[in-house]
């Protein structure tokens, strides 16, 4: 889109192996070593506009470090951004904030997150919700539904049944499936968050999601039937998720007026 783009990781060799690495300015950091002392803003080359998707862990929703390491370490690194200048941040937060609500999510729906990754996104939300008190910085918070495609971690869904398929395993182990989800390709989110992130017509919570309401089963069907690929399904092999309600999907009212938005 004709900007300078300023990319970070923890991991500058895997970074280097990247086809987009030659066309973006490149500044590692690791946030375990995070410094007050240092002018973060600065060292990202003062930007205009930041997009925080770092989060470590992942996908264990429950571990207690959500809330004792990831929490604070984010805060004071967002903070000391917007401290030292910046004035527009994007940030991704999850659809596990809203809890054990069912139905169509809307942004204005209350959080009543129940595990400690919905708990310590939401705590960071309030945060820098307050900061916007002491600073004049635009917050966009943008809430991911159930994101797939490349690059994910070898225990979620599609992964697993990749796996399966590869191996040429006689079925694929999952739950009964009848739970329904909001699935959307990683590279249409990447999309919706760039889109998200250049405008200012629209801020605070914004639901990252197809607006589509699917059962697990279904999907992968789907996915199957895309790809012109079989495999029994073994359903009921796992429980369902004990943190999660059982229909849920989101509303994407908002987005879609970012996405129209010129």
Same mark, same amino acid.
């Given at each position: 889109?004709?900007?300078? *783009?300023?990319?970070?990781?923890?991991?500058?060799?895997? %970074?280097?192996?990247?086809?987009?690495?030659?066309? /973006?300015?490149?500044?590692?950091?690791?946030?375990? =070593?995070?410094?007050?002392?240092?002018?973060?803003? =600065?060292?990202?080359?003062?930007?205009?506009?930041?997009?925080?998707?770092?989060?470590?862990?992942?996908?264990?929703?429950?571990?207690?470090?959500?809330?004792?390491?990831?929490?604070?370490?984010?805060?004071?690194?967002?903070?000391?951004?917007?401290?030292?200048?910046?004035?527009?941040?994007?940030?991704?937060?999850?659809?596990?904030?809203?809890?054990?609500?069912?139905?169509?999510?809307?942004?204005? $729906?209350?959080?009543?997150?129940? /595990?400690?990754?919905?708990?310590?996104?939401?705590?960071? @939300?309030?945060?820098?919700?307050?900061?916007? $008190?002491?600073?004049?910085?635009?917050?966009? @918070?943008?809430?991911?539904?159930?994101?797939?495609?490349?690059?994910?971690?070898?225990?979620?869904?599609?992964?697993?049944?990749?796996?399966?398929?590869?191996?040429?395993?006689?079925?694929?182990?999952?739950?009964?499936?009848?739970?329904?989800? =909001?699935?959307?390709? %990683?590279? /249409?989110?990447?999309?919706?968050?760039?889109?998200?992130?250049?405008?200012?017509?629209?801020?605070?919570? *914004?639901?990252?999601?197809?607006?589509?309401? /699917?059962?697990?089963?279904?999907?992968?069907?789907?996915?199957?039937? =895309?790809?012109?690929?079989?495999?029994?399904?073994?359903?009921?092999?796992?429980?369902?998720?004990?943190?999660?309600?059982?229909?849920?999907?989101?509303?994407?009212?908002?987005?879609?007026?970012?996405?129209?938005?010129?």
């Amino acid at each position: 889109m004709g900007h300078c *783009v300023i990319a970070s990781s923890s991991n500058p060799e895997k %970074a280097e192996r990247k086809n987009w690495f030659g066309d /973006v300015t490149y500044a590692p950091l690791n946030l375990a =070593d995070y410094d007050d002392g240092v002018n973060y803003f =600065d060292f990202f080359f003062r930007p205009d506009i930041m997009i925080h998707l770092a989060w470590e862990g992942l996908p264990d929703f429950k571990g207690s470090f959500h809330m004792n390491v990831n929490l604070p370490r984010h805060k004071s690194f967002l903070q000391n951004m917007i401290r030292n200048g910046l004035r527009d941040l994007s940030v991704t937060g999850t659809c596990l904030e809203y809890g054990m609500r069912e139905g169509a999510l809307r942004e204005d $729906d209350p959080a009543n997150p129940i /595990v400690s990754y919905g708990i310590a996104k939401n705590e960071l @939300w309030k945060f820098l919700s307050q900061l916007q $008190d002491l600073y004049p910085v635009s917050l966009k @918070w943008i809430r991911l539904f159930y994101i797939y495609g490349e690059g994910q971690t070898s225990k979620s869904l599609i992964p697993q049944l990749e796996a399966a398929l590869a191996n040429n395993e006689p079925h694929f182990n999952m739950s009964k499936g009848d739970q329904v989800r =909001d699935f959307l390709p %990683a590279h /249409v989110a990447a999309g919706y968050i760039v889109k998200t992130a250049m405008q200012n017509a629209f801020a605070g919570i *914004v639901n990252c999601c197809s607006g589509k309401s /699917v059962t697990v089963k279904q999907f992968i069907l789907n996915y199957l039937a =895309d790809r012109n690929k079989t495999i029994s399904l073994n359903t009921g092999y796992y429980p369902y998720p004990d943190y999660e309600p059982m229909r849920f999907w989101g509303n994407n009212d908002k987005l879609k007026r970012i996405l129209n938005y010129d």
